[in-house]
Nanobody, 121 residues
Framework: QVPLVESGGGLVQAGGSLRLSCVASGRIFAINTMAWYRQAPGKQRELVAS???????NYADSVKGRSTISRDNVKNMVYLQMNSLKPEDTAVYYCNAALKRWDTSPVVDLWGQGTQVTVSS
C-alpha cells in the first residue's frame, strides 16, 4: 500500500490563503486522478477538487474561482491553493489518489489521514 501524507493545514483568518500539499510514496507505477476532499462538522465528506494525470481539473462550486489544484507527476505530489478563505471552508481536508503500483496491478484508491483547516471570522 502506498501512503499519502498531507500538510499545510492550519488556522487562518477569513480572506487569507493556505496551500495544502500531499505526497504519495512507495511503489508507484502511475497515479491517475488525484483529489482533495473535505469533511466539516455535521456534514458528509465532499469533493473539493480533482485533477487527472494529464491536468484536467474539476472543482466544487463552493471553491470554484478561489482554489487551484495542481500536481507534480515527478514528485508524486498534489497541491491545493486556497485563497479568499471563508469560515465555511473549515474542515478536515483529505488527499485521495487513484493509482497503480505496477502496470499489471488494478487501480486502487488511497487516502491520507487528513489535515485540519480552520478559518476564523
Amino acid at each position: 500500500q502506498v501512503p499519502l501524507v498531507e500538510s499545510g493545514g492550519g488556522l487562518v483568518q477569513a480572506g487569507g490563503s493556505l496551500r495544502l500539499s500531499c505526497v504519495a510514496s512507495g511503489r508507484i507505477f502511475a497515479i491517475n486522478t488525484m483529489a482533495w476532499y473535505r469533511q466539516a462538522p455535521g456534514k458528509q465528506r465532499e469533493l473539493v477538487a480533482s485533477i487527472s494525470r494529464t491536468g484536467t481539473t474539476n472543482y466544487a462550486d463552493s471553491v470554484k474561482g478561489r482554489s487551484t489544484i495542481s500536481r507534480d507527476n515527478v514528485k508524486n505530489m498534489v497541491y491545493l491553493q486556497m485563497n479568499s478563505l471563508k469560515p465555511e471552508d473549515t474542515a478536515v481536508y483529505y488527499c485521495n489518489a487513484a493509482l497503480k503500483r505496477w502496470d499489471t496491478s488494478p487501480v486502487v484508491d488511497l487516502w491520507g489521514q487528513g489535515t485540519q483547516v480552520t478559518v476564523s471570522s
